[in-house]
């Protein structure tokens, strides 16, 4: 079979064509670290997608309940050959597991699904579509979420936080396309899908993406960009690849919730309350968290500074090291002096 073809559009014999080419395969680590009451469901959401060409790495970060098992019987019963199992027998972080998970794949793209996430079933189609798209070629894309909770149950329509604009706007009306049909008798809550996808191109301060599940990057950035050791970064991954990635390339936001993010009481960030509105779903001082990443950040840049300018550019390298340092700049102000600088716009 061609890698590239040509159909007719309509069965019109004219002069308008529409390519098509083979889709890439794409890679799946679900790195697990004690969530035995949801990991099936998160496995079990990745075998439903409607992209099929998938290589999913299962990775237990010794998990010290019965995680194991769980996913041991899972995998019996999916009995799907794009599924492996790698278990550790010490605990290596969110960052060592992935590492580990990654080095087993040969795919363009991968994603990484948290263990006590649910992906819908499109989430990896509509991501590729953001990737492929004929527009701008970037390293990342990243969707809007739902929240659940332990049981599953909706709490949230939206991950509040995403692509909201700095000024926003506290009276205005909601739009319609945006609440759910409810069905009573099914229980359920049906969204309407949305096209709309925003490239981003450069980074500031005040951007931020989503969770580690609503994220789909190109192998060789994460190849790229990953830290030399795993303890550098335990957890924060996410957050790491994401401002990196815009920093130095660009990404697309989905907007779209193509996946839920569960909220149960024992998550190693969101360990906060759903109150709504602009509340902090985590207790965490996310202040010192962003310093500490944006410090990394400038470290792996300087360290590899030929390696990167070769790819990207002496100019683009340089306007992302000068954008990370103002950054950690801004980060260790005062609080007087940020609230002072935020009312006059910097």
């Known amino acids: 079979m061609d890698v590239l073809s040509h159909n007719h559009l309509n069965g019109q014999a004219d002069e308008r064509f529409m390519a098509s080419a083979k889709l890439p395969r794409v890679g ?32 237990d970060d010794a998990s010290t309940d019965c995680s194991d098992q769980v996913i041991r019987e899972t995998l019996a019963k999916l009995d799907d050959p794009r599924f492996r199992y790698i278990r550790l027998e010490t605990n290596h972080g969110q960052t060592g597991a992935i590492r580990c998970g990654v080095a087993e794949l040969s795919t363009p793209f991968v994603c990484f699904l948290d263990s006590d996430d649910v992906w819908y079933d499109n989430f990896i189609e509509r991501h590729l579509a953001a990737h492929l798209n004929a527009d701008y070629p970037v390293a990342f894309t990243y969707c809007d979420s739902h929240f659940i909770n332990g049981d599953g149950e909706l709490l949230a329509g939206t991950a509040w936080w995403f692509e909201l604009p700095r000024k926003h ?8 396309e945006t609440v759910p049909q409810i069905d009573p008798a099914a229980g359920r809550a049906h969204f309407a899908a949305s096209p709309t996808m925003t490239f981003h191109g450069h980074w500031t301060p005040y951007w931020s993406s989503n969770s580690t599940a ?18 550098q970064l335990p957890l924060y991954l996410d957050f790491y690849l ?10 697309i936001a989905v907007h779209e919730a193509l996946y839920a993010y569960r909220m149960h009481g024992k998550n190693k960030h969101s360990n906060g309350l759903m109150l709504g509105g602009a509340s902090q779903t985590s207790r965490k001082d ?38 990370i340092r ?8 005062k609080p007087w002096i940020s609230q002072l600088m935020a009312m006059v716009g910097l």
């Open 286 to 323: 996310w202040g010192g968290i962003s310093e500490r990443v944006f410090d990394l950040i400038l470290k792996v840049m300087l360290e590899r500074r030929e390696t990167l300018t070769g790819a990207i550019g002496g100019m683009r390298y340089d306007q992302a090291v000068n954008t």
């Open 214 to 231: 609503a994220m789909m990057f190109r192998r060789d950035i994460v190849a790229l960009l990953l830290p030399d050791k795993d303890e």
């Open 242 to 251: 994401s401002t990196f990635c815009v920093l130095i390339i660009g990404g």
């Open 28 to 59: 799946v680590v679900i790195a697990n670290h004690n969530n035995a009451a949801y990991v099936g469901e998160a496995i079990v959401s990745a075998s439903r997608q409607t992209v099929r060409n998938l290589e999913v790495i299962i990775v």
């Open 326 to 333: 103002f950054a950690i700049r801004r980060s260790r102000r």
């Open 169 to 176: 706007e506290q009276h205005r009306p909601i739009d319609p």
